[in-house]
């Protein structure tokens, strides 16, 4: 596997690697695995691989503790006064993905608070009660406060700064506490407070701000329990002063409706922020269950497509492969090349645990140019190699041909000691198959200078290519792997077998297949009793090459048109 680093900080709940946020189990740590060698995955997939468990881990851990209070919820801090989580990255985490929520909210509760405010001012303006435009400029003053708020609300400004969305949070809780008291201000001892509004009203008027404090304006429960019971405490105080309702039953039974107006905020608050982090909390593991999901998925493809080509793979993955219609395989390609499924008694058994998992596919294509290329001087290499030394040397030969297969659009088969197995043309058909072929085993051989320079040896390539029909499809139940077989694989074997060193050697069916002014080729032996005629393709000819012999074939034409004219004469 891969390894992470053991300390990663980063924002956004990126990382579980903070010493003083992880789970108690020990699972905020990032330890990886056994090395730090990533093999054939990119960068930003072995990252995901291996902090994907971790972080699972640490979303699902609990750090139970000795206390008299219950756990409002998972992961939860001992701070009741100030629910938030036990970690400081899920708690970003939380702020950041519940930050449209409480900012909706807020806006609400803005629009609230200019509804009513245009409410009041209408009132004052048909009844002209006593000091009618005091109060309505207050009205008018609160209701600019809020719009500005409410435009504020919607800049990046506050929804980027934590700090300037608790200062807008505390502006508009103060200046809802500072306009319900303002009538106050205009008692007459002895009299009620206004012509209009009685001690009932204002009652009403601060249960109303009191609910607006705990349920839409965004501060934490510390704050907000706080500032509403100072104001609680002051509106009683001024009530009592400035009202003839000094009566002890009466001001007895205002404090129970205050205790229980608060009561009921908190319980909604309380229970609004346990309601959103355990919604957050469940929402969470599920997107990292599903990314862990899709990560192992992602790995099982990226494992299978490297054993078999995509095609192959790509069927062998579907959920009911024994299904597919036999039209999947067959087909004609642009060099007419032909792929015919073959039937099997096997693949009519689809009760079979093992065949529904591995079903029998076996497929015939015409058309096929195979490479064997083999390392010549590899038991004199090995003789004075370690088994590490002589296992990196072959990965390190192999990996560079695995490069060349891509580029030349080939398939590898497989490797057999120092032998490489190759086609082109299978199982997707292609019109310039003998080409890449043969391109395939020049950049062997070129590959192959350029090992023996960097590790100073002193090894070559003998190629043989052979072009012909084969069957090809996936053998075995275990370990199983895609192959090909027919004759014609086996003469392939046997064109490396009887090649020379550094060269090509190919057979008179896939020199047919080759364009005839790209490479330099020479002629070969005959093999089986002289029936199969071969060639040796020593290199590829230079464009510098082609245009000369385009020069020499236009003079040889020129002179044999000139002749019969000097004859004539």
Known sequence: MVSSPSNNNSHGGASVGDGDTAAGDGSGGGEGGGGDDVGELGEEEAFTLSLTPHFHAFMLGNTRRNSCCPIMFERAAPSWWDPRFDSEILEGQYQHSSLPTFTLHF?????YTLVNCAAWSVYY????????????????????????????????????????????????SFTLMLV???????????????????????????IEVLLHIYT???????????????????????????????????????????????????????????????????IGQSLVVRQQLEVEKALKEKMIHSVMPPKVADWLMKENPHTDDVDDFNYTGEDRAILRKVSSPRSSNTGDLGSIFRPFNMNALDDVSILFADIVGFTKMSSNKTAEQLVGLLNDLFRRFDLLCARNRCEKISTLGDCYYSVCGCPEPQPDHAKCCVNMGLDMIDAIIEFDKERNESVNMRVGVHTGKVLCGIVGTKRFKFDVWSNDVTLANQMESTGRPGQVHISETTYKFLPKDEY??????????????????????????????????????????RKPSTQSK
């Open 216 to 282: 839409l304006i965004p501060l934490p429960l510390y704050m907000a329990v706080t500032f509403s019971t100072l104001f609680s405490i002051l509106t009683e105080i001024l009530n009592y002063q400035c009202t003839n309702d000094n009566r002890a039953a009466l001001v007895i039974v205002r404090i129970i409706l205050h205790i229980c107006i608060h009561l009921i905020g908190a319980h909604i608050m309380i229970m609004t922020q346990v309601r959103m982090r355990g919604t957050f909390m469940s």
């Open 125 to 172: 303006l048909i009844t002209h009660t006593e000091q009618w435009y005091f109060c309505l400029a207050t009205c008018l003053v609160l209701a600019s406060i809020t719009a500005s708020l409410l435009v504020y609300t919607r800049t990046n400004y506050y929804l980027h700064e934590k700090k300037q969305r608790l200062a807008a949070s505390l502006i508009a």
């Open 107 to 111: 806006q609400y509760g803005l629009l």
């Open 180 to 206: 319900s008291l303002l009538p106050f201000a205009l008692h007459k001892k002895g009299y009620e407070l206004d012509s209009n509004l009685s001690s009932v009203a204002m009652f009403a008027v601060t």
């Open 520 to 561: 330099i080729v020479e002629e070969g032996p005959a093999l089986n009793n002289e029936s199969i005629k071969t060639h040796f393709i020593t290199g590829r000819i230079q464009q510098t090459d082609i245009a000369t012999l385009a020069l020499e074939d236009s003079r040889g034409t020129y002179e044999s048109l």
